[in-house]
């Protein structure tokens, strides 16, 4: 019996290792790159590869849609770039006025091992600024929820009121990609994986983070979702990936007074910029949104070699070099 025990342990133990060194993420598509069809109108998520509607109707943007409805990075519901690629899905995690949540799923490429830890982590952002939908408040209790089989859930079907990973606090940043990771030890051979928020609506916080918004709620991008057993397989190839998006620089360039941020995505974000020196302090910071905002003053400021910092969407775009000469 011993021999036989000793046995068992050592194929256990192999098992587990080739478990271990499948060098993958679990969840397909977990960037929601790849489509079926490119989407036009809002709740169809199904039409994204390998993901699926479980609970009322989350929403899928790609740059490809020439609808105002699903565009990267403006749509109806945000003006976002993605944190990776051309795409994201949206949900709406709840209303002020009630219990309502969208949830959205995939079916997993393997199942998981019970008592084998894996690693999850995906990218959420507070949706706000849409073209005709713009949120006022956010909510913690987003997450991440395992199952070993699939859960088309009715309209009128009460949440189950527990997830794997929860975000603990509200995210208060409209516009940044703030990262929800952990370590989970299955308890089951899951096979599905599901996004949105579970938990009741009395047991949520609600923060107002948009004050001018229009819509009363809270509504959540998703973006790079991962689940692996290395979290090394969790890093998701880094750039922004939209064409025209990105590609900036500076005119003229030596420049006098000022100069003029020239760039094709200009007119369709906005973008903050500072200006630093080369210690990195910042000299000058401005938010630019329109054509009118594309000149960054430099008066005042000693010549040499300056760093101007582009971010949009919560993502860093590529800097550019400006040399401030006396003209």
């Known amino acids: 019996m011993k021999h036989a ?13 080739a478990t271990r060194s499948t060098a993958q993420n ?9 489509y079926i069809t490119c989407p036009w109108a809002l709740a169809q998520v199904d039409s994204c590869v390998g993901w699926r509607t479980w609970y009322w109707t989350p929403d899928y943007f790609h740059s490809c849609s020439k609808s105002n409805l699903n565009g990267v990075p403006q749509n109806i519901v945000v003006n976002q770039l993605p944190s990776h690629g051309e795409a ?9 006025t009630g219990d309502y949540s969208e949830i959205l799923s995939a079916e997993l490429s393997q199942e998981l091992v019970v008592g084998v830890p894996v690693y999850v982590s ?20 987003v997450g991440v929820r395992f199952t070993t089989t699939e859960q088309h859930w009715l309209f009128t079907t009460q949440l189950p009121d527990y997830a794997h ?9 409209i516009g940044e990609w703030t990262t929800l990771s952990g370590t989970f030890v299955p308890d089951s051979a899951y096979r599905y994986i599901s996004i949105g928020r579970f938990h009741t ?10 004050p001018d918004g229009t819509t009363p709620g809270a509504y959540f991008l998703v973006d790079e979702v991962c689940v692996a057993y ?29 100069f003029w941020i020239r760039g094709e995505g200009l007119l369709s974000m906005p973008l903050s910029a500072k200006v630093m ?14 054509v009118e905002d594309r000149y960054v003053t430099m008066e005042g400021l000693p010549e040499g070699v300056y760093t101007v910092e582009l971010m949009s969407g919560g993502r860093m775009l590529s800097p550019i070099r400006v040399v401030k000469q006396h003209l």
């Open 230 to 258: 290395n979290p090394m397989d969790c890093t998701f190839p880094q750039g922004i990936g939209l064409s025209g998006i990105g590609r900036f620089d500076a005119f003229p360039n030596p420049c006098g007074a000022g």
């Open 88 to 96: 994201y899905c949206g949900f709406i995690a709840t209303l002020l």
């Open 122 to 141: 995906l990218q959420l952002a507070v949706g706000g600024g849409g073209s005709q939908l713009d949120h006022i408040h956010t909510c913690d209790k």
């Open 201 to 210: 609506w009395d047991s949520l916080q609600f923060v107002e983070v948009n």
């Open 277 to 290: 020196n080369s210690l990195g302090q910042v000299l000058r910071e401005r938010r630019i949104v329109g």
């Open 165 to 173: 990973l929860v975000l603990s606090d509200p995210i208060e940043n």
């Open 5 to 17: 025990r000793i046995s068992l342990l050592t194929l256990v133990a192999l098992a587990l290792s």
């Open 26 to 34: 679990l969840v397909p598509n977990g960037s929601f790159e790849e």
